[in-house]
């Protein structure tokens, strides 16, 4: 394999890995928040805004820490669309 496809094929695994780890915070804290007591649509609102900010926060972190990393806008948003699957899967799988 050439280095290219090697770094793509590595993009594309972590930006996959990246996602389903999102996914599983999603519905844990959709979980959590229900189990608290937390009632309605507010779950999925507080739920979706907790991953929004925990990605958003992950790619500062990378800006100012990380040497030699950036942040995208384009990762907090894949990893809050992961989220985002996994509250609406567990919204469509939670007994009522």
Known sequence: ???RLVAKYNGLVRKAAHSTIYFLLGVLLTRSLRISGMKGK???FWALLFCLVYAASD???QVL???GRSGQL???LLDTAGA???IGV???FSRK
């Open 1 to 3: 394999m050439t280095e």
């Open 42 to 44: 507010k779950i999925y």
């Open 59 to 61: 790619e500062l972190h």
């Open 65 to 67: 820490v990380a040497a």
């Open 74 to 76: 384009s990762d907090v």
């Open 84 to 86: 985002g699957v996994g």
């Open 90 to 92: 567990y919204q469509l």
